[in-house]
């Protein structure tokens, strides 16, 4: 008979596998993102900066304020200890784990060969024409490398041109490996001109490469479910599956059961089951805690959709809203904006989750306070929007500004 483990317990355990509910630093040093990283095992990146990139927010989450350059060399510097690779999205994860993931550049190989994509099979000289070009000038970003006959501008770096496109797939398949980011324009190399030597060679068969991330995505859940450990890293459960019942034997997990869950859950055998969780914190929508929606509402009630990319007519929060999580529970979202023009943090909007009274802003309004001093903004101010945003205005002693 399996065990069981409470709805409360089984968050507790969550939060406490991510990081939170642990004292936070007096200093934030590599050491500490060092440690916070080994915890996460990647984190994902994305373009928008409508308040911060999102791949510094989780760090914050977790530790407060820090220096960004400390975390930029560990990620972007040419030959840092970590790499980015597509291993949930695009995101940054340990150097030694790269090889984890060649089978997925294997099977995007396939992938291309089995569609029979138009663009490789039309441009197989721009491809052998951008491999030359790193070979010979060294690590470059697509903007700086030269354009010709082969391969001819049209439009600037990010309107995915020849060039672009042959090293997006060139990079999918492990052919060039990112060498970090400059104004968060990914650097390309071919592996041996930044890699160690031997680890961009190093074969890891498919099945111990996934007994290995589902591994790592246990210990990064501490409680979930099979789908749950095969999202961590965009595996799929056809793969996962074998590979968790290798570490069920192994006694890394153990399956127990939670009362509310559908599916069987597992428990990691390092997982701390802590009486509570203290934590004050805005998670980035790219949060480990919320990316998997399902999950997000399996274990807190939270029923969360990102709507960049929905139309603004159409959008109930905000553009970017940010999940807030007070101790054990998500209590509400916040649409911030950050005015760098101004110097303002911009809350565009707040909302509460159902039942939560407007208490919780007077531990929301610090947390805001101190995401502004940490991206070195002066003032705050309020939209009169959301359920919640009065609240936020009045502890924050500034004016409720017109949402028109």
């Given at each position: 008979m399996a065990d069981s483990i409470s709805p409360a317990s089984a968050r507790r355990i969550a939060l406490a596998a991510q990081g939170f509910g642990r004292p936070r630093p007096d200093a934030v040093?590599?050491?500490?993102?060092n440690l916070a990283l080994e915890r996460l095992g990647l984190l994902q990146l994305d373009s928008v900066n409508v308040l911060e990139r999102s791949h510094y927010l989780p760090v914050f989450a977790r530790l407060g304020g820090y220096d960004k350059a400390l975390l930029d060399r560990l990620t972007f510097a040419r030959k840092a200890p970590y790499r980015e690779y597509w291993a949930h999205e695009a995101a940054l994860i340990p150097l030694e784990d790269w090889p984890l993931f060649r089978f997925r550049m294997e099977d995007y190989r396939a992938y291309f060969a089995d569609q029979g994509d138009p663009w490789l099979k039309a441009h197989a000289d721009t491809i052998a024409w951008l491999r030359a070009e790193l070979a010979e000038k060294g690590p470059l970003p697509a903007s700086k490398i030269e354009r010709d006959a082969a391969a001819p501008r049209r439009g600037s770096w990010?309107?995915?041109?020849?060039v672009k496109r042959g090293l997006e797939r060139m990079f999918r398949v492990g052919e060039v490996v990112s060498a970090g980011r400059t104004n968060f324009e990914r650097t390309y190399a071919l592996p041996e001109q930044v890699?160690?030597?031997?680890?961009?060679?190093?074969?890891i068969p498919r099945a111990e490469a996934v007994h290995r991330l589902v591994e790592r995505s246990a210990r990064a859940h501490g409680i979930g479910t099979l789908s749950d450990l095969a999202d961590y890293y965009r595996l799929k459960t056809v793969d996962a599956k074998p590979a968790l019942a290798r570490l069920v034997d192994e006694g890394v997990v153990r399956p127990v059961t939670v009362p509310g869950w559908k599916k069987q859950a597992y428990l990691h055998r390092d997982a701390r089951i802590p009486r509570r969780v203290e934590a004050t914190a805005l998670l980035s929508p790219f949060d480990p805690v919320v990316w998997e929606r399902e999950r997000a509402l399996r274990l807190f009630g939270f029923h969360?959709?990102?709507?960049?990319?929905?139309?603004?007519?159409?959008?109930?929060?905000?553009?970017?809203?940010?999940?807030?999580?007070?101790?054990?529970?998500?209590?509400g979202r916040i649409d911030l904006k950050n005015d760098r023009k101004r110097g303002v943090l911009r809350v565009q909007s707040a909302w509460?989750?159902?039942?939560?009274?407007?208490?919780?802003?007077?531990?929301i309004v610090p947390a805001l306070r101190e995401l502004a001093a940490w991206q070195g903004?002066?003032?705050?101010?309020?939209?009169?929007?959301?359920?919640?945003a009065r609240a936020v205005a009045a502890e924050a002693g500034v004016p409720l500004l017109d949402a028109g």
């Open positions: 040093g590599t050491r500490q993102l990010w309107e995915w041109d020849e890699m160690p030597p031997g680890l961009w060679e190093r074969e969360y959709r990102i709507e960049i990319y929905t139309p603004a007519p159409k959008r109930v929060y905000g553009y970017y809203t940010l999940p807030v999580l007070l101790d054990e529970a998500l209590v509460r989750e159902e039942g939560v009274a407007d208490a919780v802003a007077e531990r903004l002066d003032a705050l101010e309020v939209v009169d929007r959301g359920d919640l």
